[in-house]
């Protein structure tokens, strides 16, 4: 089992920037990649960044550039970043972190809580 709780979101205007964090606890030598999704008003759940275990990071289009993902797994620490910068209306969301946690030859997914991003003047 992991479990993430996700932090940082907030109201900010066009053009700004915010960091939200995801701690990790439980079974962290199980995950095999950890990452970001958003879900807006109306709109499907999508893969906003991920970081796998072996150094592989994937960002979506819209996002690349402006967003960055990052890890700390240094001693006591499991977080996973996500830095958001020249933010746009259209990044509102909900934000939620996941992790693709494989134990033996089983896959699972963990959530977060969510986190709502609010980016408006």
């Known amino acids: 089992q992991v479990q993430l709780v996700e932090s940082g979101g907030g109201l900010v205007q066009p053009g700004g920037s915010l960091r939200l964090s995801c701690a990790a606890s439980g079974s962290i030598f199980s995950i095999d990649a950890i990452g970001w999704y958003r879900q807006a008003p109306g709109k499907q759940r999508e893969l906003v960044a991920v970081?796998?275990?072996?150094?592989?990071?994937?960002?979506a289009d819209s996002v690349k550039g402006r967003f960055t993902i990052s890890r700390d797994n240094a001693e006591n620490k499991n977080m996973v970043y996500l830095q958001m910068n020249s933010l746009k209306p259209e990044d509102t969301a909900v934000y939620y972190c996941?992790?693709?946690?494989?134990?033996?030859?089983?896959?699972?997914?963990?959530w977060g809580q969510g986190t709502r991003v609010t980016v408006s003047s």
């Open positions: 996941n992790a693709k946690v494989r134990i033996g030859v089983t896959e699972s997914d963990s």
């Open positions: 970081t796998s275990s072996g150094g592989y990071t994937y960002y």
